[in-house]
């Protein structure tokens, strides 16, 4: 018992201090102004949201922007780009060709929940709406490849034409996979990391091809 | 021993007399981590000190009761099914390479699944097949129609929900058929082997991933290369299958025994030969119309001309 004498709680320590609440009555201001700002300021604040989150994708450092401000009107615009790029023509009567656009609508979100629902079974730590927000964001550079890949189809078919755009599309898919990576890998325990990663390698690699074999 | 005296409490009548009868025991163990605590601080009420007996006396019995049983949720419960999903990366290899390397005597479910099925392997093995066959065959075929010129490349993107039914229809029905019927079997033999649903699931899951490699060398298009790669990927894959039911089934019947294989055998080829059928293009009938068109055009250029 020799430790026990050592303690002692002494009966007069004062406790003093101010106790206030900052920023309250600021805050009341704050929601009152994006109430009354004009539509341009609410519009262009969400347009800058998103469009940060466009730069982070397309240099991507470990940063927690895209997960902490998750938003999913980024990924939408980029589906929805993409799947009215890629589908065929109503005029095309072929059974066969590429696919409609809810094939590719319901590849990228379904892809997506598949992805996200499986890492979150193998005990990663990553919301369900920022892991959607991260795999939607880092379409950006297929979209991007898809772009040029129409440009480039515009000009005369041949060996070269499809060098350039396997080209394109191996280096976009390489920067979708760097990309996601470096946001999502963080999430996960050690041990099962790339099981969490395989599923995102070949979701864009499904869409890379898809964005190869376009045929006008 | 003043500070026992400081810390007996007159409220609380169990404690107090606890204390009086055993003075000497020690309230707050400061000395080291070697002892074990008896009790745990000034105790605050009858629950704390049910807490702290079972921490004091019966630590290790209660540590080796939660590492045998397996925490089991109500299946609408997210844990549920993270239970499925218990796997490292370096397990899903092993079990990856034990369904390349069918080793005879050793059973795939026993070695390497022990107990711990997991959706993770048979699904994604599944969704990379379904892949791999789509982008396969579509490659296949522009490949061997490259020189053609009346061929217009279509990337035939309806193959791959065709693809998806019937892989996971097979993946999935198959083993519920056979699961049901070794139930079945069961009840009317003694079998020492029985196989839960989920652990033949996994079994079927992983035996397709041979034909992954296998699907993208379909590419070549020589007929003779793909029938030695179909020979091949069903050897390696049936005899995993075979070699996992074949003791479930061997106390039952012998012909009835020796059916069940026959079946799962079989149906394992109608898929592989299926879908080398449905999705491969075959290599030399497009030789023909090639070397005929060349006589047409040199006889139209002469009309003419």
């Given at each position: 018992?020799?430790?026990?004498?050592?303690?002692?709680?002494?009966?007069?320590?004062?406790?003093?201090?101010?106790?206030?609440?900052?920023?309250?009555?600021?805050?009341?201001?704050?929601?009152?102004?994006?109430?009354?700002?004009?539509?341009?300021?609410?519009?262009?604040?969400?347009?800058?949201?998103?469009?940060?989150?466009f730069m982070h994708v397309l240099y991507p450092?470990?940063?927690?922007?895209?997960?902490?401000?998750?938003?999913?009107?980024?990924?939408?615009?980029?589906?929805?780009?993409?799947?009215?790029?890629?589908?065929?023509?109503?005029?095309?009567?072929?059974?066969?060709?590429?696919?409609?656009?809810?094939?590719?609508?319901?590849?990228?979100?379904?892809?997506?929940?598949?992805?996200?629902?499986?890492?979150?079974?193998?005990?990663?730590?990553?919301?369900?709406?920022?892991?959607?927000?991260?795999?939607?964001?880092?379409?950006l550079p297929?979209?991007?490849?898809?772009?040029?890949?129409?440009?480039?189809?515009?000009?005369?078919?041949?060996?070269?034409?499809?060098?350039?755009?396997?080209?394109?599309?191996?280096?976009?898919?390489?920067?979708?996979?760097?990309a996601?990576?470096?946001?999502?890998?963080?999430?996960?325990?050690?041990?099962?990391?790339?099981?969490?990663?395989?599923?995102?390698?070949?979701?864009?690699?499904?869409?890379?091809?898809?964005?190869?074999?376009?045929?006008? | 021993?003043?500070?026992?005296?400081?810390?007996?409490?007159?409220?609380?009548?169990?404690?107090?007399?606890?204390?009086?009868?055993?003075?000497?025991?020690?309230?707050?163990?400061?000395?080291?981590?070697?002892?074990?605590?008896?009790?745990?601080?000034?105790?605050?009420?009858?629950?704390?000190?049910?807490?702290?007996?079972?921490?004091?006396?019966?630590?290790?019995?209660?540590?080796?009761?939660?590492?045998?049983?397996?925490?089991?949720?109500?299946?609408?419960?997210?844990?549920?099914?993270?239970?499925?999903?218990?796997?490292?990366?370096?397990?899903?290899?092993?079990?990856?390479?034990?369904?390349?390397?069918?080793?005879?005597?050793?059973?795939?479910?026993?070695?390497?699944?022990?107990?711990?099925?997991?959706?993770?392997?048979?699904?994604?093995?599944?969704?990379?097949?379904?892949?791999?066959?789509?982008?396969?065959?579509?490659?296949?075929?522009?490949?061997?129609?490259?020189?053609?010129?009346?061929?217009?490349?279509?990337?035939?993107?309806?193959?791959?929900?065709?693809?998806?039914?019937?892989?996971?229809?097979?993946?999935?029905?198959?083993?519920?058929?056979?699961?049901?019927?070794?139930?079945?079997?069961?009840?009317?033999?003694?079998?020492?082997?029985?196989?839960?649903?989920?652990?033949?699931?996994?079994?079927?899951?992983?035996?397709?991933?041979?034909?992954?490699?296998?699907?993208?060398?379909?590419?070549?298009?020589?007929?003779?290369?793909?029938?030695?790669?179909?020979?091949?990927?069903?050897?390696?894959?049936?005899?995993?299958?075979?070699?996992?039911?074949?003791?479930?089934?061997?106390?039952?019947?012998?012909?009835?025994?020796?059916?069940?294989?026959?079946?799962?055998?079989?149906?394992?080829?109608?898929?592989?030969?299926?879908?080398?059928?449905?999705?491969?293009?075959?290599?030399?009938?497009?030789?023909?119309?090639?070397?005929?068109?060349?006589?047409?055009?040199?006889?139209?250029?002469?009309?003419?001309?």
């Amino acid at each position: 018992f020799a430790g026990l004498s050592d303690i002692s709680i002494s009966q007069d320590i004062p406790v003093e201090g101010e106790i206030t609440i900052p920023m309250r009555s600021r805050i009341r201001e704050f929601d009152s102004s994006t109430l009354n700002e004009s539509v341009q300021n609410t519009i262009m604040r969400d347009l800058k949201a998103v469009g940060k989150k466009f730069m982070h994708v397309l240099y991507p450092r470990k940063s927690n922007t895209l997960l902490r401000d998750w938003d999913l009107w980024g990924p939408l615009v980029l589906c929805v780009t993409l799947a009215l790029m890629l589908q065929r023509g109503s005029a095309d009567s072929e059974n066969d060709g590429g696919p409609q656009f809810a094939e590719v609508f319901v590849i990228i979100w379904f892809g997506a929940v598949t992805i996200t629902l499986n890492s979150k079974l193998l005990g990663g730590n990553i919301s369900f709406f920022q892991s959607l927000c991260v795999l939607g964001y880092c379409i950006l550079p297929l979209t991007v490849a898809l772009l040029v890949c129409r440009l480039v189809l515009l000009a005369k078919p041949g060996p070269i034409n499809f060098i350039v755009r396997l080209f394109v599309v191996i280096m976009m898919f390489a920067w979708s996979i760097v990309a996601s990576t470096a946001f999502l890998a963080d999430s996960q325990p050690p041990n099962r990391k790339a099981l969490a990663v395989y599923p995102v390698f070949l979701f864009y690699f499904v869409i890379s091809w898809m964005i190869l074999t376009f045929t006008p | 021993m003043a500070a026992v005296d400081d810390l007996q409490f007159e409220e609380f009548g169990d404690v107090a007399t606890s204390l009086a009868a055993n003075p000497d025991a020690t309230t707050i163990n400061i000395e080291g981590p070697g002892e074990t605590p008896k009790r745990l601080g000034p105790p605050r009420g009858s629950g704390r000190q049910e807490d702290d007996e079972l921490l004091g006396n019966d630590d290790s019995d209660k540590t080796e009761l939660l590492a045998g049983q397996k925490k089991s949720s109500p299946f609408w419960t997210f844990e549920y099914y993270q239970t499925f999903f218990d796997v490292d990366t370096y397990q899903v290899f092993d079990r990856i390479k034990g369904s390349l390397l069918p080793i005879p005597g050793k059973n795939f479910v026993r070695l390497y699944i022990r107990s711990n099925p997991d959706l993770y392997g048979p699904f994604w093995i599944c969704a990379t097949l379904v892949f791999a066959i789509a982008i396969s065959g579509n490659l296949s075929n522009f490949l061997i129609h490259l020189g053609e010129k009346t061929y217009h490349y279509v990337p035939e993107f309806r193959k791959v929900s065709i693809a998806a039914t019937i892989i996971y229809a097979y993946a999935w029905l198959v083993p519920f058929a056979l699961w049901g019927f070794l139930l079945w079997r069961n009840s009317k033999v003694m079998n020492i082997v029985s196989y839960s649903f989920l652990e033949i699931v996994c079994v079927y899951g992983y035996s397709l991933f041979i034909y992954i490699p296998t699907a993208i060398l379909w590419i070549i298009p020589q007929k003779a290369v793909r029938w030695i790669l179909v020979m091949m990927a069903l050897g390696i894959s049936g005899s995993v299958l075979a070699m996992t039911f074949w003791p479930a089934v061997r106390e039952d019947n012998r012909r009835v025994a020796l059916a069940t294989i026959v079946t799962i055998v079989l149906l394992h080829t109608l898929l592989s030969v299926g879908c080398l059928a449905y999705f491969f293009d075959a290599p030399e009938v497009d030789h023909l119309p090639t070397t005929a068109v060349v006589p047409n055009q040199t006889v139209v250029a002469a009309k003419s001309s």
